[in-house]
Every structure is written in structure tokens, then in C-alpha cells.
């Protein structure tokens, strides 16, 4: 038994090439040059017929499906009749599959919609749209309902774990937006006051500003947007993973889907 794949070929009196493939035909043992078949097949003088045998094959995987596939390919191109009995019936399976699906012709395109046709379209898409976010917030809003009356059941670990992670975990990045707009304050107002000797009351502006003023502004924008890319992005690996889907099956309320652990479940 040969370790490695084999190609030989044998051109028959009447014409017919016979492709001979032997041993291991896999792609992590290596694989034979096969320009020897494309050789045979083009001449002189031009194979009438090409055949195979894998007699003496012991196993093999998608390399020989593309051996035998090339060697289709540069018959029909040439008018050379194939005969594929002599390959591995899962060998030929697959290439009656592939030749199937490149007999299907591809959908006529869909002809191109007529200006009052596409306004429709994107009034019916836009309506849905707003009833699907009035669905969810009315089930968000009854979930609320239930929880205010004591009739939801909560997941506390996991509500605790999203608190801190909207909470505490944007301190850092809160801290360091707040500081350097503190200093851009503090270097603005020395600059404009100065001319005026008025650059002691610099720290006065930068506390009133940043206390009062810019300090709750900033670190709302800065904690809206950390967690919201943070949720976005997780609801979108769980619709690719399919886990939307199978909160949809389990007749779970989209106020409870929402959450990313479903730690809202209303009865």
C-alpha cells in the first residue's frame, strides 16, 4: 500500500486515456503533479475518451474531487467524452451535485420599483418600525409595572453585574474625559483673563464649570455611549449567535429579550 497519492496515466489503442489513481490521495501526505493528465488529454494526437481507475485507492478527500473536476472541466471544453464509473460513488455524488447547481439558472433581477412603489415601500418599513419601538417600550414599561408591584421575579446577580458594569466600570474613562476638559478650562480661562488680572478666579470658573455644569453633562454623554456600544454590541452577537432567536421561541417578552441576560422575566 503506497503512503503517498499516485498518478499514472495510460493512453489506450483506441484513443482513451485511462487516469490511474493510487494510494492515500489526501491533501496532508502531499499531493502528485497531475500535468501529465492534462498532457495526455491535449495530445498529440487528442484522447477520444478519458476513463479513470482508483483500483488501487485507499482513501482520499476533497483532492481527488478536484483532480476529477479539473479533469471534467478541460474535457467539456474540449468535446472529450468522460467516463467517471471508475471512480468512488461519493466522488461521483458530489460531482453530479456540483453540476446540478451549475445548471440552475441564476433568479431573473427583480425589475427596479416605481417612484410611488419605493415611497410606499419605505412608508410601510418606516411604520413597522415605529410600532415594533412602541411594542417595546409598552412591554418595557408593564415590565417596570410589575416590578414596582412586587410581581416580577429578578435576577439580582446579574442585575448587579450590568449596575457595575454601566456604573463603575466607566469611572476610569469618566475620570480622564472630566481631567483633560478641566485643564483645556483651566488653560482657556487663564488666557482670557489675564488681560484683565483676573487670572486668580481661573480655579473658581474651572470648579463652577466643571462641578455644576460640564462635570454631569460629560460623564452622561461618556457613560450613555460606553454602554450603549457596549449592549449594541453585545445584542449583536447574540443575534448572530442565534440567541435572540431562541429567546423569540422560548415566548419570552422582547422587554426581556433586551436585557443580555434575561434577568427580566415578567409573569
Request: hydrophobic fraction near 50%; proline fraction near 5%.
Amino acid at each position: 500500500m503506497a503512503d503517498e497519492g499516485e498518478i499514472t496515466v495510460a493512453r489506450l489503442p483506441d484513443s482513451t486515456v485511462v487516469v490511474h489513481v493510487a494510494g492515500r490521495w489526501r491533501m496532508d501526505v502531499g499531493l502528485p503533479a497531475s500535468r501529465g493528465v492534462d498532457l495526455a488529454i491535449d495530445g498529440p494526437p487528442v484522447a477520444a475518451r478519458v476513463a479513470f481507475d482508483t483500483d488501487a485507492l485507499t482513501s482520499w478527500d476533497s483532492s481527488l474531487l478536484v483532480l476529477a473536476q479539473r479533469v471534467l472541466d478541460r474535457c467539456r471544453r474540449r468535446g472529450i467524452a468522460v467516463d467517471t464509473t471508475g471512480l468512488p460513488e461519493g466522488v461521483r455524488r458530489l460531482i453530479a451535485l456540483s453540476q446540478a447547481a451549475l445548471g440552475q439558472r441564476p433568479p431573473p433581477p427583480s425589475a427596479p420599483l416605481r417612484p410611488l412603489a419605493r415611497l410606499g415601500t419605505r412608508a410601510l418599513e418606516r411604520f413597522d418600525a415605529l410600532v415594533q419601538l412602541l411594542r417595546f417600550l409598552g412591554e418595557l414599561a408593564f415590565s417596570l409595572v410589575l416590578l414596582a408591584g412586587g410581581r416580577a421575579r429578578v435576577r439580582w446577580r446579574d442585575l448587579l453585574a450590568e449596575i457595575q458594569a454601566a456604573g463603575a466600570s466607566s469611572l476610569s474613562i469618566v475620570a480622564v474625559v472630566c481631567f483633560l476638559l478641566g485643564m483645556i478650562l483651566a488653560f482657556v480661562g487663564d488666557v482670557t483673563l489675564r488681560p484683565f488680572g483676573a487670572s486668580l478666579y481661573v480655579a473658581n470658573v474651572v470648579t463652577v464649570a466643571m462641578v455644576r455644569e460640564l462635570g454631569p453633562v460629560m460623564t452622561a454623554i461618556v457613560m450613555a455611549g460606553r454602554t450603549g456600544s457596549a449592549y449594541a454590541a453585545q445584542l449583536g452577537t447574540m443575534k448572530v449567535t442565534q440567541e435572540i432567536d431562541a429567546l423569540t421561541t422560548m415566548a419570552l417578552p422582547r422587554a426581556s429579550s433586551w436585557c443580555c441576560r434575561a434577568c427580566w422575566r415578567c409573569r
